[in-house]
């Protein structure tokens, strides 16, 4: 079980380049986040997913994009990339999105805008 | 707004002591809180949580606190040792469907050996 793979760790992008940043999951997890995390501040949810081809907003979602396509895959575009999106992203999972129910990490792809 | 504070950027604990972690919070909405411990170059990981309705739970080394009134939480770590030194987070949620984490900014906990 590898959990949940985010590609690629680390990404330098110039201003007005596009990207997508991949995440995948092997524990048939029902649900799907996207979260970024500034330094020095918590993480902040971009967008989330309840299932294949069910996305929604969360706190931060300006400038990015997602789809899900199918149950492991959840990959965060980002159009017309800014400094502002400097930061490191996150992507997790969860069997449901019930309270007592765990998000599962993958370990981050930290990506710079210049 | 923060609606979910860690005050503390860090703390540096000798090891075989407790460590205490804090975390206030200012949505009355919250139901549920978690702590993430989040090593360097990893994700964060689940380390424990509680519900609203408890005011302790405890899971070995660790146990959270919750004081509703005041909207204070604290996580206790006894006895610390070398290889809990992380990033510890503080995440709140709200009824719904899809419970949406509102996390604070980390705590960096240091045990000295």
């Known amino acids: 079980n590898a959990g949940v793979t985010q590609t690629p760790k680390f990404r330098i992008l110039k201003i007005g380049q596009s990207m997508t940043l991949q995440c995948t999951q092997d524990?048939?997890?029902?649900?799907m986040y996207w979260y970024r995390q500034d330094p020095g501040m918590g993480l902040k949810l971009i967008y989330y997913?309840?299932?294949?081809?069910?996305?929604d907003k969360g706190e931060v979602p300006n400038g990015y994009n997602v789809s899900r396509s199918t149950t492991e895959d959840f990959p965060l575009r980002l159009e017309l990339a800014a400094p502002s999106q400097t930061s490191v992203y996150f992507c997790?999972?969860?069997?449901?999105?019930?309270?007592?129910?765990?998000?599962?990490f993958g370990p981050g792809t930290r990506l710079t805008v210049l | 707004d923060q609606q979910v504070k860690q005050n503390s950027p860090s703390l540096s604990v000798q090891e075989g002591r407790i460590s205490i972690l804090n975390c206030d919070y200012t949505?009355?909405?919250?139901?549920?809180f978690l702590w993430y411990k989040k090593y360097p170059a990893e994700g964060p990981t689940f380390l424990i949580s509680?519900?609203?309705?408890?005011d302790k739970n405890e899971d070995g080394r660790f146990t959270v606190f919750l004081n509703k009134s005041a909207k204070h939480l604290s996580l206790h770590i006894v006895p610390s040792q070398p290889g809990d030194s992380a990033v510890y987070f503080c995440?709140?949620?709200?009824?719904?469907?899809?419970?949406?984490?509102?996390f604070g900014s980390g705590t960096q906990l240091t045990v000295l050996p």
């Open positions: 997790a999972s969860s069997y449901s999105g019930g309270a007592a129910d765990t998000q599962y």
């Open positions: 524990m048939n997890h029902n649900y």
């Open positions: 997913s309840v299932g294949a081809g069910i996305t």
């Open positions: 949505n009355s909405m919250f139901d549920y």
């Open positions: 509680i519900s609203s309705i408890k």
């Open positions: 995440a709140a949620s709200a009824g719904g469907s899809a419970r949406q984490l509102t």
